[in-house]
């Protein structure tokens, strides 16, 4: 028999409730589950499949198409660019960039890709220390310069070191901030036009809410956006951040970070992580 | 945010003394919307618009008031309730720890409340017992320059308690020694041990719990490990300066039953203000 809207709309309710308190968007969630509702319309039902079945399969299937938008393989893509690939980091206070560029060199390093580090922030208390640092344990150059030097010219200096001494990979670190800060949005603008990136890849943590998806707008018309690394995956976030993040941005997940340590990073997955969420 | 929808669905009420139980499952709908965009947990939201839409349709508008001034004046003691008043402290010698998740702002807030402590003339220093995090010693050493306060770093010891002793006997001439911690979350077993290590090493007289504005759902279970592991005497809600509406901040003073003591809005050390509800509630619904 045909599904009426009727009978899905309680389904639909209590769907939307689950992805609430996964920290999918409000808006998200609500285009989510319209896109279902129009799927399953209509729709012929099998006998064989109960009526919640056939929403959470549909539900399922959209939250990975959201997510699978033009994904691309971060390995692959670097392995054939022309090199030195340039690869800025950008994104709000605290949510794990630098660790995340650390991780990145380490995977880099095991795939025989050479990398140098930039500290593009010039300006927080102890980055220039906490990114020597793990330079250190990663037997890996960085490059810094004082603090209240401009961030531009670090990760400039950081490509040029790279062209003269063939290494493969820049990555590029810039200090936190916020996109209610005209000055610092603009500072990001100017980095992204000057040093011209290959990849500019959008920091974010799983653990943040509703306000994921505003940042990621404005980064995203800040800084053009090519992919996002969602840190701290291992602290029970429901992943939903990423699906709002995707969702708004149409750029994919392109790692996840899974903890403190160097190893502690993932390829992204969409099915599992919609699996996890929906289970 | 809830500020114009909510405006809106108030609008409908406009005009009619009467209150209709239609007209204010409108109302109720929009202010979850806007509770939940503000992230506050789903289950205090559902808590808070049961209350609401009950005492809507129950209560006598007082004589004069409007249906939707009634209906408003319900949200925001609704929201009073949970909120509650600034976390009170005295104005006196204490110590105080920090604890929170990763990158949520402690170490920048350690500072901020040090030399907050100054201004009121009392002598404060902090102790960084942060045994994990690259360069978090200079982190530390270079806020408090900046605080112009003492501070106890010790890079070459690996047992934070063992810091946390050494620290607070160092401050012995501080009236209030605060104590810094490496982040951690409700899943990290062993940090959870050593946060509760520390604070028995401590026996803090305030326990802070440094939340980021912008969390989400994770916000319950998060305040709910730290108040089984240290007790939660008082949340610090960071990065206000966003758009994070800070509705975690809101669930996780409700789960642990405590208050906001301070916020953050800003990366400089003057960056930090006392809790005020009613710029809070109102910033929260938008
Ligand atoms: N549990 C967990 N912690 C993480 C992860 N990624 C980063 N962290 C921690 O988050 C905290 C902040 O990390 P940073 O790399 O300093 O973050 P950032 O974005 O560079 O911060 P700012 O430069 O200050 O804006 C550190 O304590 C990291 O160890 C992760 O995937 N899981
Ligand atoms: N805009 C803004 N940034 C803040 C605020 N509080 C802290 N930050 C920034 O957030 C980032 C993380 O702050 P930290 O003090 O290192 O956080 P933490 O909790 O000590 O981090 P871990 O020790 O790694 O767990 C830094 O970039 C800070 O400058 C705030 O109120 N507003
Ligand atoms: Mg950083
Ligand atoms: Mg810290």
Redesign the pocket.
């Given at each position: 028999f045909v599904i009426d809207e009727e009978s899905l709309d309680g389904l639909l309710e209590e769907l939307e409730i689950a992805l609430l308190s996964s920290d999918v968007e409000v808006e998200v969630t609500r285009e989510i589950k319209d896109r279902v509702r129009d799927s399953l319309v209509g729709e012929k039902k099998h006998w064989r499949e109960s009526k919640e079945d056939l929403v959470v399969d549909a539900l399922h299937d959209a939250l990975v198409d959201v997510l699978e938008v033009d994904g691309f393989d971060f390995d692959s893509y670097v392995q054939d660019a022309e090199k030195p690939v340039v690869v800025v980091f950008t994104g709000v206070?605290?949510v794990g960039k630098t660790t995340s560029i650390a991780k990145i060199a380490e995977r880099l390093e095991n795939q025989g890709l050479s990398s140098v580090m930039a500290n593009g922030d010039t300006y927080?208390a102890g980055a220039n220390q906490q990114i020597q640092e793990h330079a250190e344990a990663l037997d890996k150059k960085v490059i810094v310069r004082e603090q209240g030097s401009d961030p531009t010219s670090v990760i400039y200096d950081a490509v040029e070191h790279a062209e003269a001494n063939d290494v493969d990979v820049v990555l590029g670190d810039t200090?936190?901030r916020?996109h209610t800060s005209d000055d610092l949005m603009k500072q990001l603008e100017k980095i992204e036009r000057v040093v011209e990136p290959d990849l500019t890849l959008f920091v974010d943590e799983a653990v943040a809410g509703q306000d994921a998806v505003e940042r990621a707008r404005e980064f995203d018309s800040a800084a053009e956006i090519d992919g996002v690394v969602l840190t701290k995956a291992d602290a029970d976030a429901q992943g939903g951040a990423a699906i709002s993040i995707s969702h708004v941005t149409g750029k994919p997940i392109v790692f996840l970070g899974t903890g403190q340590g160097y190893s502690d990073l993932e390829e992204f997955d969409a099915e599992e992580l919609v699996d996890r969420l929906l289970e | 945010g809830l500020g114009s929808s909510l405006q809106d669905a108030l609008e409908k009420l406009a005009g009619s003394s009467r209150i209709d139980e239609e007209s204010v499952e409108e109302v109720v709908k929009d202010i979850q919307r806007a509770l939940l965009q503000a992230d506050v947990d789903v289950d205090l939201v559902m808590e808070l618009s049961d209350s609401i839409r009950e005492r809507s349709l129950s209560e006598e508008p007082p004589a004069g008031t409007s249906a939707r001034e009634h209906v408003l004046h319900i949200v925001y003691e609704e929201m009073v309730e949970i909120v509650g008043d600034e976390t009170e402290f005295p104005l006196d010698s204490q110590t105080i720890l920090l604890s929170?998740?990763?990158?949520?702002?402690?170490?920048?807030?350690s500072a901020k409340i040090a030399r907050w402590f100054n201004r009121k003339g009392l002598r404060a220093g902090i102790v960084q017992t942060?045994t994990f995090?690259p360069g978090?010693h200079e982190?530390s050493r270079q806020m408090a320059e900046r605080a112009e306060v003492p501070c106890h770093v010790d890079p070459d010891a690996d047992d934070p308690v063992e810091i946390a002793r050494e620290g607070l006997e160092a401050l012995d001439d501080c009236d209030v020694k605060i104590v810094?911690t490496?982040?951690r979350h409700a899943l990290e077993a062993e940090l959870i041990d050593e946060i509760e290590a520390i604070e028995h090493e401590v026996q803090p007289d305030l326990n802070l719990l440094?939340l980021d504005a912008s969390i989400g759902q994770g916000a319950k279970d998060q305040a709910q490990a730290f108040e089984e592991a240290v007790g939660v005497d008082g949340v610090v809600i960071?990065?206000?300066?966003?758009t994070a509406k800070g509705g975690g901040a809101l669930t996780a003073v409700h789960q642990t039953d405590s208050s906001i003591a301070f916020i953050?809005?800003?990366?400089d050390v003057e960056?930090i203000e006392r809790f005020d509800p009613d710029g809070f509630i109102s910033r929260l619904l938008g």
């Open positions: 206070n605290g927080r200090a936190g916020l | 929170g998740l990763q990158g949520s702002g402690k170490t920048t807030s942060d995090r978090a982190q810094d490496a982040g440094v960071t990065k206000l300066d966003g953050g809005v800003g990366e960056d």
